[in-house]
């Protein structure tokens, strides 16, 4: 019966739980573990998820790629199987404006007290589950269709990869300040 | 204990870098990318092995991640953390929130809590089936797959997004800006 319940090993484990600790105490503190702020965001009224996820993005990008580029610390890229990126997408995002949290947030959501996220957590086990069940359609006739494998946009236009990261920094820049001012909810607690 | 601890907000900005810093640290530290939605297949596996082992072993999915792999992993153990780290940092900052039905929600579908769970737990079925067909989700193509720059995340990115938009338009309208 319990013959799955096994144990990584213990530094991986606690590793884990101290990245996990980090993520979420950031997660709650900028207010993203909220239904009304990420509603807020695909509303157009509160632009908090667009600061975090970008400011994060921009800033993780610079220290990883200069990590690889220095030594060697490998990159995890997931494979470009774009036509079941774009269908799980759009799959996720109607699903997370019907629940008003990823899963990660969800998770966040239920340790700051949400009750109803425990009902999206369940979900999510069941979505998974239903998933699992179904796989072997979608691979053969989503995943297969397109798969360009673990490309980045460096690779696919021959660019050199610094040309991006500055480009994403330029981006966030110019979406920063044009947001500025133009939410019409906080997200404060 | 010092004072920013006990903010009930940070900086969006501050928040964002933090968390791109913590993907530094995951990288280069752990050899790992942050991501969350793998674990819920590793506890759908765990859940169905209580009761029909087999089911696990002969489905190619569930064997992929639970045959021969631990499923309390480092990133199960990352799931159970940011739960606890979520509850600590609001218990600092008292900032938590005992949220049955979001104000949005009551505005538009009313207040029972019995059909605002159902809506939660479909919205969270439909979440994890696209994350798992996309390969990921907010935090493992969202956050760590673009930063890599990987062109099959920024496409979920760009899908999730505007189905995003779409959706939340269509359930509430421009209206509903007046109540998130």
Known sequence: ?189 | MPGFLRQARWSPYVVGAGLGVLSWITFGLMDKALGTSTSFVNLAGLIESFFAPQHVEQNAYLAKHMVDKPAINWQMMLVIGLGLGALISAKLGRSGIKEHVPDLWAWRFGPSRAVRYFGAFAGGVAILFGARLAGGCTSGHGISGSLQLAVGSWTFFACFFGAGIATALALYGKAGRRHV
């Open chain 1, 1 to 189: 019966m319990f013959e799955y319940l096994r144990f990584d090993s213990p530094g991986k484990l606690a590793m884990g739980l101290i990245t996990g600790l980090v993520f979420g105490f950031l997660l709650q503190r900028g207010g993203v573990t909220r239904f009304r702020v990420i509603l807020g965001q695909f509303l157009w009224a509160n632009h908090t998820v667009i600061r975090v996820m970008f400011t994060a993005v921009v800033v993780g990008s610079i220290g990883v790629w200069a990590m690889h580029q220095m030594w060697d610390v490998p990159l995890h890229v997931k494979n470009a199987t774009l036509a079941a990126n774009a269908l799980g997408g759009v799959i996720f995002g109607v699903g997370m404006a019907l629940l008003g949290y990823c899963p990660g947030t969800a998770i966040g959501a239920i340790g700051e007290g949400s009750r109803h996220a425990i009902f999206g957590a369940a979900g999510m086990v069941t979505g998974a589950a239903v998933y699992a069940e179904v796989e072997p359609w979608f691979k053969q006739h989503v995943l297969a269709a397109v798969d360009l494998g673990k490309v980045t946009w460096a690779d696919v236009t021959g660019l050199n990869v610094w040309v991006f990261v500055a480009g994403l920094v330029v981006i966030a820049a110019a979406a920063f300040s044009l947001l500025r001012g133009r939410d019409l909810t906080s997200a404060g607690a």
